[in-house]
Nanobody, 122 residues
Framework: QVQLVESGGGLVQAGGSLRLSCAASGRTSTNYVMAWFRQAPGKEREFVAVISARGGITNYAGSVRGRFTISRDNAKNTVYLQMNSLKPEDTAVYFC???????????????WGQGTQVTVSS
């Protein structure tokens, strides 16, 4: 089992920045691919960003590419999502997830955190 706990969400004005953290613990969490997803009210959960186990490969949704950066510190068992130039449409609950392969497909991830709310005001 891998346990994931997100933090760092909050309220920010449009154009501002936030950094989300996802602390992992449990079964060899550093071997897993890690990803961020988000879910806005009334919408389906969607892929945001993914990073390989060693951090050498990343991928982003088109809507966040160039504004968000995913990174990981395996010594701290933590994954980060740096979010810059935030827009009101980025408002959502953000979830981190762990899985065996680099993919944007939600069902391929085995472990999920409880989520952290990000609200961007206009």
């Amino acid at each position: 089992q891998v346990q994931l706990v997100e933090s760092g969400g909050g309220l920010v004005q449009a154009g501002g920045s936030l950094r989300l953290s996802c602390a992992a613990s449990g079964r060899t969490s550093t071997n897993y691919v890690m990803a961020w997803f988000r879910q806005a009210p009334g919408k389906e959960r969607e892929f945001v960003a993914v990073i390989s186990a060693r951090g050498g490969i990343t991928n982003y949704a088109g809507s966040v590419r160039g504004r968000f950066t995913i990174s990981r510190d395996n010594a701290k068992n933590t994954v980060y999502l740096q979010m810059n130039s935030l827009k009101p449409e980025d408002t959502a609950v953000y979830f981190c997830a762990a899985g065996p392969t680099i993919t944007t497909v939600i069902t391929r991830y085995d472990y999920w955190g409880q989520g952290t709310q990000v609200t961007v005001s206009s």
